[in-house]
């Protein structure tokens, strides 16, 4: 019943091509309506979302950077920390493809010095994570290969290469070394000529880089640090502490571009397009994670993570679609939006859609702590303009949910982004409680 009736007071985005927005059709309208009142509950991004080959959905919500009054468009830029990964094996893939080198080589054909102890790894392991390398090992950046080697190799694989995986960005600095090396150009050289180029991603830039021309340029807001710009390093410079596992900033829509160039054969043969999607150990293909989602639809995705950025890019080959989010703002939920969006996309069961915000007063009147019998903690709290609400499960160190709360008309709402759950007001002043969950709260 919430649902419904938060879709009822929402009005539609108007449709329109200024900024590269585009609504098509009942699947494009509901989408539009659910990233408005995402933007009005704290998101602050762009979404492309396609199936069958055309793009039904391009919008945005949320500022352009976050205080001012310039607002997002799907043609802003953003960067995409780890969705550059993608990109990196894709490149290594071209490469074979040429016969400048061989996925099974051992690194130690292509970098040196490279211990003895670390004769086994291969570059096919490091493209999957499955080097033994531990992910502690990731000190070290700059532009000297060497210490860079010494630093992110000491000690050799804990396990034996190939048998075990464990996520380790460093793998992939030790590639874009390996790109460079083998295609004679530096590894952003390389990029932009087989890969951006080809496949038309015309705005398509790494971090230290000048504006394209005409480009909007997200600031990433972070609770990690100050904001910056999607062109600001977040890392000081772009060396081997961030080169080849982020570090692309780019849009929705060259992002989709790459998705058809990568559907096509501009990039790739169907071959080498086969090898690139093969799940390994925990479905982590070559720079992808390739699995079936709770709907049995494939997916074939990789998010981001950065200080001031967040993103989710997912292919969506069963439908020969995709579902893009970018986000300027480093809390976002970018995998759980893009959730909301395929199913929205693909018609499956409708997501819960974010609540309206409360007004100020409402708000301010329900700020606090409550806390139940069972020693469960509900904390509401004033974040802008907005309500934050978190839910302590259990001992301090226990499970937390966070959320936000929204109203539609006389009803709460606690939204967790996968949920919206009525929340019930008792009383007022210091004599105020809440019922949620089937288990009432009260201020201490």
Same mark, same amino acid.
């Given at each position: 019943? !919430? ?49 069958? *080959? ?10 352009? @950077?976050?205080?001012? %009054?310039?607002? =997002?468009?799907?043609?802003? =830029?953003?960067? !995409?920390?780890?969705?550059?990964? %993608? ?24 970098? /040196?010095?490279?211990? @003895? ?57 030790? =590639? ?21 180029? %080809? ?46 596992? *982020?570090? !692309? ?20 043969? #169907?071959?080498?397009?086969?090898? !690139?999607?093969? %799940?390994?150990? #925990? ?12 709907? *049995? ?23 020969? *679609? ?69 839910? @302590?499960?259990?001992?301090? /160190? ?20 996968? @949920? ?25």
């Amino acid at each position: 019943m !919430i649902a419904h009736l938060l879709l009822a007071v929402i009005p539609l985005l108007p449709q329109g091509k200024g900024g590269g927005v585009v609504t098509k059709g009942e699947a494009g309208a509901s989408i539009a309506r659910y990233v408005e009142a995402a933007g009005r509950q704290g998101f602050s991004g762009a979404v492309l979302a396609a199936r069958k *080959g055309e793009v039904v959905a391009a919008v945005a919500a949320g500022p352009l @950077e976050h205080g001012k %009054p310039a607002r =997002l468009t799907p043609d802003a =830029l953003f960067e !995409i920390a780890s969705a550059t990964k %993608p990109f990196t094996a894709l490149a290594l893939v071209q490469l074979e493809a040429r016969r400048k080198l061989k996925l099974a080589d051992p690194l130690a054909e292509h970098l /040196s010095p490279v211990p @003895e102890d670390c004769a086994k790894i291969t570059l096919q392991h490091l493209v999957q994570h499955t080097s033994g390398i531990p992910a502690s090992n990731g000190e070290g950046g700059g532009e000297e290969l060497e210490p860079f080697l010494r630093s992110v190799l000491r000690g050799g694989p804990t396990r034996e290469p190939g048998s075990h995986y464990e996520y380790w960005n460093q793998g992939y600095a030790l =590639l874009s070394e390996v790109i460079a090396e083998a295609s004679g150009k530096s590894y952003v050289e390389q990029l932009r000529s087989s890969v951006f180029e %080809p496949a038309g991603m015309k705005f398509t830039c790494f971090t230290g880089d000048k504006a394209p021309a005409r480009a909007a340029v997200s600031v990433g807001r972070s609770f990690r640090g100050p904001a910056r710009s999607a062109l600001e390093h977040p890392y000081g410079a772009y060396g081997l502490q961030y080169r080849g596992m *982020g570090g !692309i900033v780019t849009n929705v829509w060259d992002l989709w571009r790459f998705d058809r160039a990568l559907a096509g054969k501009t990039l790739v043969d #169907e071959a080498a397009k086969r090898r !690139i999607f093969e %799940p390994g150990l #925990e479905s982590y293909a070559l720079g992808w994670r390739v699995f079936r989602g709770p709907n *049995g639809r494939l997916r074939q995705s990789h998010g981001g993570d950065v200080r001031g950025f967040t993103c989710e890019l997912r292919r969506l080959p069963d439908d020969d *679609g995709a579902v893009i989010v970018l986000c300027n703002d480093d809390a976002a939920p970018s995998r759980p939006l893009a959730d909301a969006v395929e199913a929205l996309l693909c018609g499956d069961k409708a997501p819960p859609m974010p609540p309206p915000p409360l007004e100020l007063a409402r708000r301010d009147a329900l700020v606090g702590e409550y806390v139940a019998r069972s020693g469960r903690r509900i904390v509401i709290e004033a974040q802008g303009e907005l309500a934050a609400v978190r839910i @302590e499960w259990g001992p301090p /160190s226990g499970p937390v949910t966070r959320g936000v709360l929204g109203g539609v008309g006389k009803e709460l709402v606690v939204f967790t982004w996968t @949920e919206a759950t009525e929340l019930k007001l008792k009383g007022e002043g210091a004599a105020m409680s809440l019922r949620f969950a089937d288990e009432e709260y009260t201020r201490p």
